[in-house]
């Protein structure tokens, strides 16, 4: 969706300007405003300078030492860019704004709950007619069948108004869910996989059709990585795409980085003032990093020439410098992330995507990565990958895939 820049905004960021004492921070919020108010015809201005100025301002407050304003102002991000609803922002900030609580949002609360209450004794006297010498238990395990299956609420095209709840739907998602974590096949989100099949006729369809549907499911799992590995080399090849660019290429691709990882951490930001770029979590439960640089948009040389020999240049240790950073920062606060997140940071490392072979035209492919590779042997919990290797890697692990299982 687009940037967000509004009445709701520019109230929060009042708070924001109240909170602070730093001139430093002051003055980022200034500059916030000043382009909020330079739209046309009076409009508010967002776009992606909004958000830059947004995050110059966090980082601001974050040098100074505010964490409550880093926080105040990651709210502020976080609404601006669509994950916070208006709603949800107009509750969060009450207490700093004159008037009581919005009665339309409290009123839809109580209606909502009061026709899930409604629903509830609904079912459960339905099943008492049908069964009349029921227990409480045979009610309780009757109606948990029927939560499972609300999951699945359709809205019939033929029935305008109505909505059904299919019975018996959750018992199939689940064994699909269970069929799809079988060792043979691979899927990213065999939950979410498992929904939309359970949910479509004309893929149970095909399913039933299949041996256990495996040979088209893996197909079409193969089919999407390929994709995203084609998109993905676009964005490295590109030498304008930017950090961003290359983060959002990514997101969602985890099995891209190899085997030892099974997904994504929800959070990006564990440690105040830091946000990793991608947060991968390994098969023991433990974080491991990722630091993105530019691919062939890196404006400066990956390796120089010292003595006789080929050696990492400047944009690779301070790359290695920022990833180190983070984790010490995840090592201080090792005990808090467990306890909120449920993250181990104790073994966690870092992978650094920086540059591509093809910026030193004049040196040999494998002169860049044995200099690389050189460098990792000698790091400890940080290593360094050309994007050009992290996606023939890729492109090798799909080769293995298409094979025979």
Request: charged share 30%; with cysteine; proline share 4%.
């Amino acid at each position: 969706m687009a940037t967000r820049s509004d009445m709701a905004l520019e109230t929060q960021l009042r708070v924001v300007g109240k909170e602070t004492a730093a001139p430093a921070v002051r003055f980022a919020l200034t500059a916030v405003f000043t382009h909020m108010h330079s739209g046309p015809s009076g409009r508010r201005r967002g776009g992606k300078e909004l958000v830059r100025l947004l995050k110059v301002a966090r980082g601001t407050a974050a040098e100074v030492g505010e964490w409550r304003v880093v926080r105040l102002l990651q709210d502020s991000l976080d609404y601006a860019e669509g994950r916070i609803l208006r709603p949800d922002l107009d509750e969060l900030y009450r207490v700093y704004r004159d008037g009581a609580r919005k009665v339309r949002n409290r009123d839809f609360v109580a209606s909502s709950l009061r026709a899930g209450h409604e629903w509830m004794v609904a079912v459960s006297e339905a099943y008492l007619r049908d069964h009349p010498g029921a227990s409480a238990q045979d009610v309780l395990t009757h109606f948990k069948a029927q939560r499972a299956d609300t999951g699945f609420l359709r809205a019939p095209d033929d029935r305008p108004g109505r909505y059904v709840i299919p019975r018996g739907i959750s018992e199939i998602s689940l064994w699909l869910e269970r069929l799809l974590r079988s060792d043979r096949i691979e899927i990213e989100n065999p939950a979410s996989e498992a929904r939309r099949l359970a949910t479509s006729p004309e893929a149970l369809a095909l399913l039933a059709a299949d041996q256990d549907g495996r040979l088209i499911l893996q197909a079409a799992e193969l089919q999407r990585r390929t994709a995203g590995l084609r998109a993905l080399r676009a964005v490295v090849d590109d030498t304008t795409a930017t950090e961003a660019d290359l983060q959002r290429a990514l997101q969602g691709n985890h099995w891209i980085f190899g085997g030892r990882y099974v997904g994504e951490a929800a959070r990006r930001r564990l440690v105040p003032g830091d946000e990793v770029d991608i947060p991968l979590i390994r098969a023991d439960g433990a974080l491991h990093i990722v630091e993105l640089k530019r691919s062939m948009g890196l404006k400066r040389p990956l390796i120089r020439r010292h003595r006789n020999a080929w050696v990492p240049a400047d944009a690779v240790h301070e790359a290695v410098g920022q990833a180190v950073n983070y984790l010490v920062g995840l090592d201080e606060n090792r005990a808090r992330i467990r306890a909120e997140f449920g993250i181990e940071t104790r073994r966690a490392c870092a992978l650094v995507l920086v540059g591509h072979p093809a910026l030193h035209a004049d040196v040999p492919e494998e002169e860049v990565a044995e200099t690389l590779r050189t460098f990792n042997a000698h790091v400890t919990r940080v290593e360094v990958l050309t994007y050009k290797e992290l996606l023939d890697n890729a492109e090798r692990s799909l080769a293995v895939g298409v094979g025979p299982a």
